[in-house]
């Protein structure tokens, strides 16, 4: 008995060093093989992660500048919708009722239009004019040139006519007439009148 628990003794001791043993053991060639295959695996598995996970980042980030480049967009349609303002033609339904056209008509862009409207209009509405210089004059709304006019002719005449004589009747009367320091007289608001119902005519007919 005492002979048997004298050998269990001396196996429980040896056990320990016969583990360690193992441990410090040098790694053979079959075992540093899989160690760097276990490795590369691992490494391969990261890389694939990646490469699949890349076109959804990119596309994500695609997407996000769309959207912000649409809404910019928007901001910059909602911000001209509210400087612009409307500029029906002569014969739009709406707006003031224009004079009629006497046969005699001379008033033409050259003989009249371009100076009134450069005596009057373009300190403010010009092409050549910085923002900040306009006197918050919307942008684009420019009369230097016939082209440039025509398409807001309508506007000039209720602005520069029909709100005129309402505030030349009436100076507290509700309207906004241009240009806004001073009226323009009523000779010329006559004549403007005039040379806009026969339909801004550039030239002689």
């Not at 990119?58 to 809404?71: D, L, N, S, V, Y």
């Not at 919708?81 to 005699?104: I, N």
């Not at 030349?168 to 608001?189: N, T």
Request: glycine content about 6%.
């Amino acid at each position: 008995m005492i002979g048997l628990l004298a050998c269990d003794s001396v196996a429980r001791e040896a056990e320990p060093a016969a583990v360690s043993a193992v441990l410090l053991a040098p790694a053979t060639a079959e075992e540093k093989a899989a160690r760097k295959q276990a490795r590369a695996d691992k490494q391969n598995k990261k890389a694939g992660k990646i490469a699949r996970e890349a076109p959804a980042k990119k596309a994500g980030k695609q997407a996000k500048a769309g959207k912000q480049a649409k809404t910019a967009k928007e901001v910059d349609a909602r911000a001209n919708a509210k400087t612009m303002p409307s500029s029906p033609s002569p014969a739009a339904p709406g707006g003031p009722p224009l004079p009629p056209c006497p046969p005699e008509n001379v008033l033409t862009w050259r003989s009249f239009g371009a100076g009134f409207l450069l005596t009057w209009c373009t300190g403010c509405h010009s092409s050549s004019l910085a923002e900040e210089a306009r006197q918050g004059a919307p942008l684009a709304v420019d009369f230097d040139t016939y082209a440039r006019y025509k398409p807001f002719e309508r506007l000039v005449y209720e602005r520069a006519v029909t709100e005129a004589h309402a505030v030349a009747i009436d100076p507290q009367a509700a309207a906004s007439p241009m240009p806004p320091a001073g009226l323009v007289p009523e000779a010329d608001r006559q004549r403007l009148a005039q040379w806009i119902a026969c339909g801004s005519p550039p030239a002689p007919n």
